[in-house]
């Protein structure tokens, strides 16, 4: 199914827009006869228009269509969430246009926003099926090729890629007609300077976020390394989150709050320098006392060593002279036994004599 087709004579219709776009009444080619040939704009096979069971207009592709149509694959889910945002696009006051192809067919916008003067344009993507982080970065880089700008949609609760390129995942309306109705529950920050961390928002409606960012009061924002934990809405929990829409004030005030940070810091690092300094100092003169008294120990051991050297030169000394009296006395005693011998000797040989 796809919301625009083409007519043979007023060229491109589109479903979602009064008169068809072409002043054309909805019954003029609605169960018209004779049939008028519509065409699909991507693949050129035959369309006709149909409603669905909610009375929403769009175009179905005849029979034997080619399997390949990208128009004729996309869900119901994904041609209502472009009919919202075509709607949201056109209560901001600029033009949309449904499944806007490229000239030179690199690209098709599901929704192109065109600013009320025509020198802005932005494309809006419904994209609810699963894309790779490489894939959907590279169709972001082909419209700012083009100084185009884009935001990719989701009402899927898990989307991979809404950090990586400009994102929002959306809760779609309980009506989904009703596009009040439709919620933006992530991809909306803001930086909250007082708790100094950064909040995602819960509670703008997809109608009010295409207002803001067309009127750039919202811009695609890369949260700083430091604030990359930021608040659930009404709760304490974090989530880690790189990147959001947000407003300049936001951006000014966690601009306001690094720098704070960074003078914080510049503080600190003097601080701890100053108390590392005197921690040295203070390490010196520890140093220094130290070297002292292992010098006065030092000068005390000699001291003390001097004098155990000297008492015991003494006593050597003393040892010594003793010694000399002993051998002295003994060799005066062996002396005075050997004159006693000698005398005894002689006594028994006059004996002797006198025998
Ligand atoms: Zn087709």
């Known amino acids: 199914m796809s919301f625009t087709a083409l007519h043979p004579e007023r060229g491109r219709l589109d479903a979602t827009l009064t008169g068809l776009g072409q002043d054309l009444p909805w019954e003029g080619i609605y169960r018209a006869r004779p049939r008028i040939r519509l065409t699909c704009p991507e693949c050129g096979h035959g369309v006709h228009a149909k409603l669905s069971p909610r009375r929403v ?20 889910d994904h041609h209502l969430l472009k009919r919202v945002l075509a709607e949201s696009i056109r209560r901001a006051g600029w033009s949309a246009d449904l499944e806007v192809p490229a000239p030179d067919g690199s690209w098709r916008a599901d929704v192109m926003a065109t600013s009320p003067s025509g020198e802005r344009r932005m494309a809006w993507e419904a994209q609810l099926s699963p894309i790779s982080g490489d894939d959907i970065q590279m169709r972001t880089d082909r419209y700012s090729a083009e100084q185009i700008t884009c935001c990719w949609v989701s009402s899927r609760d898990r989307v991979p890629w809404l950090r990586t390129v400009p994102g929002i995942a959306v809760t779609p309306a309980h009506l989904p007609e009703v596009v009040e109705g439709w919620m933006v529950h992530d991809g909306v920050v803001s930086f909250g300077p007082r708790r100094g961390a950064w909040a995602r928002v819960g509670d703008v409606t997809l109608p009010a976020f295409v207002r803001w960012v067309l009127g ?20 304490n929990a974090t989530v880690r989150c790189s990147a959001g829409w947000t407003t300049q004030r936001s951006i000014d005030a966690e601009s306001a709050h690094e720098a704070m940070r960074q003078r914080q810091e510049a503080a600190k690092h003097v601080r701890q320098e100053r108390e590392r300094k005197a921690a040295e100092r203070r390490e010196q003169m520890e140093r220094d ?13 000699e001291e003390r060593n001097r004098r155990t050297r000297i008492e015991w030169e003494r006593q050597s000394a003393a040892w010594e002279a003793e010694h000399r009296e002993e051998l002295r006395r003994q060799r005066q005693q ?22």
């Open 57 to 76: 207009r769009y175009f179905a592709h005849d029979p034997g269509r080619s399997p390949h149509c990208q128009l004729s694959l996309e869900s119901a």
């Open 216 to 235: 750039d009061g919202l811009i695609f924002h890369t949260i700083g390394r430091r604030y990359r934990r930021i608040h659930l809405p009404g709760s």
């Open 289 to 301: 006392r130290q070297r002292q008294e292992d010098e006065r120990h030092r000068a005390e051991v």
């Open 334 to 355: 062996a002396h005075l036994q050997e004159l006693a011998r000698l005398e005894r000797d002689r006594q028994e040989q006059a004996a002797a004599q006198q025998w």
